[in-house]
């Protein structure tokens, strides 16, 4: 099985251009690479914020994909 991990680096939010090109081709490349599973790290680092940056990649990324499902979280 093909495993990506991808590595948070702050809570995903919309408006951060560099970021939603880095999941976005975190995306595109899922079925380019045959990937099957998601390993999503990154932990609460924003006190003002409820999630975890683990948590908020996923959410943007099902967004793009929801078909996409074998996701875990390493947000410890």
């Known amino acids: 099985m093909k495993t990506g991990i991808v590595l948070g680096y702050g809570v995903f939010e919309n408006n951060n251009q560099e970021y939603k090109d880095y999941l976005n081709w975190i995306a595109d490349h899922l079925e380019k690479e045959d990937v099957e599973k998601l390993v999503l790290c990154g932990g609460k680092t924003n006190s003002e914020i ?6 908020s990649i996923k959410n943007y990324l099902n967004e793009l994909n929801p078909e ?7 947000d410890q």
């Open 50 to 55: 409820s999630i975890s940056e683990a948590e």
């Open 68 to 74: 996409f499902q074998n996701i875990t979280l390493e």
